[in-house]
């Protein structure tokens, strides 16, 4: 079983920045593909990014390419966002998840991971 802590959301104005992180424990992630899902209020919970086992690939939702950044850093067992140039419509709660086996075209589909972190509000203001 795996748990993540999610920390570094918050009020930020638009065009700001933030960075998400995201550390596991219980086991290692580094054997699993990692996404980032937001939910917005209302609305169903969407593909923001997801990484390879190994960061060689990353993949992004169109609204947020050029402008959110997946990393992830497998000795510390942690998975990041980096969030800039954000936007009111970028407001959610951000969730990170794992894949213990996917393909590459379905890391964009929240039933590919099994793993979810509690969330943290992202709130951008105008």
């Known amino acids: 079983q795996v748990q993540f802590v999610e920390s570094g959301g918050g009020l930020v104005q638009a065009g700001g920045s933030l960075r998400l992180s995201c550390l596991a424990s219980?086991?290692?992630?580094?054997?699993?593909?990692m996404g980032w899902f937001s939910r917005a209020p209302g609305k169903e919970r969407e593909f923001v990014a997801a990484?390879?086992?190994?960061?060689?690939?990353?993949y992004y939702a169109d609204s947020v390419k050029g402008r959110f950044t997946i990393s992830r850093d497998n000795a510390k067992n942690t998975l990041y966002l980096q969030m800039d140039s954000l936007k009111p419509e970028d407001t959610a709660v951000y969730y990170c998840a794992a894949a213990p086996s996917a393909s590459y075209n379905t890391l964009s589909y929240h039933s590919s991971y099994a793993y979810w972190g509690q969330g943290t509000q992202v709130t951008v203001s105008s």
């Open positions: 219980g086991r290692t992630v580094s054997t699993y593909f």
């Open positions: 990484i390879s086992r190994i960061g060689g690939n990353t």
